[in-house]
Each structure stands twice: as C-alpha cells, then as structure tokens.
C-alpha cells in the first residue's frame, strides 16, 4: 500500500506544526512550507530523526512561483492525499475598527487567507481527484461571529468558508472541511492581543486528536468545530 501524502502549509508554528507533527506519527509522508526557513527546518528536524519522510519548501504562500514548487513535490511523490491550508495572516495588528482598516492590509489579508489558499487547491486538485484525496481549510468562529477589530481577519475567513462551501457542491471525489480550531496559544493569537497575557487558551497540539479524526475517519464535506470532534465528544456535529 502506498504511503499517503499530505501537504500542509504554515507548517512551522501554531497549528501548522502541530498538524504536521500529528500526520507523521499517522504514517503520512509530508510536503510543508512555510515562509521562514530555518524555523520550517526546525519543525521538520525532529520528524525526519523519527523516520518521517519530509519535503520542506521554504516560500511565500501568496508566491506563484512557489505554489508551482509545491505542486512539483507533490508530482514527484507520486500522489497527494490531503491539503490542509493553515497558512495566513492576522492582518493589520494591533486590530483596528473596519472604519480605521488599512486598505493595503486588507489586500495581504484576503491574498494570503482566501486567493492563495484557493490557488493552492485549484493547483492540486488533480492529484486529490486521483487519490480521493481532502482538502482541509484552517478557518475561525470570526467568520461567523461579529467581534469588535476582527472585520478584515473574519471576513477573509467568511469568504474562505464560503469558497470551501462551493467547492464542497462541486468536488463529488474529494472532501473538502472547514473547520474551526478554536482559540489557541498561537504567535497569531498572541499578534490580535499584544501585551496581553493568552497562556490560558489552550496549546495546538490539543486538538491535534480532533484532526487526526476528521482526516482518519473521512468524514462528510462541511464545517466543523475541533471542540466537537474530539475523542470524547458525543459524534462530530457541523453547525448550520
């Protein structure tokens, strides 16, 4: 049986790593990326002296010509089994009134959270179309919810969501999740606070289980929260 592969982008910190490091011990050979290279190599390090087979490609996610380097390492592998986007960017921070929004900081935010992800997939879909493959997209309850300075963030993510919803009517062969991880103690959540103490939200690797489930059990198309796919929650339940 071939090994199956996972590309994951944003894969040196926060959630990114996390997932990274969750899928190797599942077996998953990876390709990640992530803008800072050195740190990419550090997260990979550990997971190759495990045996992990892992392509690290330093670069800019909103890159053309970085996309194209990812697709040519999944090509070469031979197959690609799941996309998880968890690149992006908070956006102007610290975070301001829609009435106060740097036009410039709202492009990067929609660039780097809604074009690029979506660029990635319309890249990689061929190889997701052959494998049965999933695409999983890292969103926020900021898509959903209206907070005071989260208009440019959330509403990058509420056309994300939006995006992964079409695709989900259209892609019959692939799954395509969006899901929420909650509030975590990330650099990017810390970026939405500064100054403010966030060591009581909980670590990444937390809800790793909740991914590994999702991912393992291939479960339907649609949105979903990590609090409800949690091994000890009752069922995995999408909200409307």
């Known amino acids: 049986m071939n090994t199956p592969v996972a590309l994951i982008t ?16 599942e077996g998953f050979a990876l390709i ?15 997971l190759r002296a495990a045996g992990a087979t892992v392509t690290a490609i330093s670069g800019d996610i909103t890159d053309p010509a970085h996309r194209d380097a990812l697709l040519q390492s999944a090509q070469t592998a031979g197959r690609l089994d799941v996309l998880i986007n968890s690149a992006g960017t908070l956006g102007a921070s610290p975070l301001p009134a829609l009435a106060d929004y740097p036009p410039a900081d709202l492009r990067t935010a929609f660039e780097a959270n809604v074009i690029a992800p979506i660029a990635l997939i319309q890249l990689m879909l ?3 179309r052959a494998s049965g493959g999933a695409v999983l997209n890292i969103t926020s309850d900021a898509a959903r919810e209206a907070y005071a300075g989260w208009g440019g963030y959330g509403a990058a993510k509420a056309a994300l969501e939006q995006a992964s919803n079409v695709l989900a009517a259209e892609e019959i062969a692939v799954r395509v999740w969006w899901a929420d991880p909650g509030d975590l103690r990330t650099d990017m959540h810390q970026q939405a606070f500064p100054g403010q103490d966030i060591s009581d939200r909980p670590r990444p690797e937390s809800v790793v289980p909740a991914f590994v489930r999702l991912i393992s059990q291939r479960l339907p198309s649609g949105r979903y929260r990590a609090a409800d796919l949690m091994p000890t929650a009752h069922g995995a339940r999408r909200p409307g």
Not at 10 to 25: K, V
């Open 10 to 25: 944003g894969a040196s910190r926060g959630l990114g790593r996390a997932l990274t490091a969750g899928l190797a011990r």
């Open 126 to 128: 061929p190889l997701l």
């Open 32 to 46: 990640i990326d992530a803008r800072n290279g050195a740190a990419l190599g550090e997260a990979a390090a550990p």
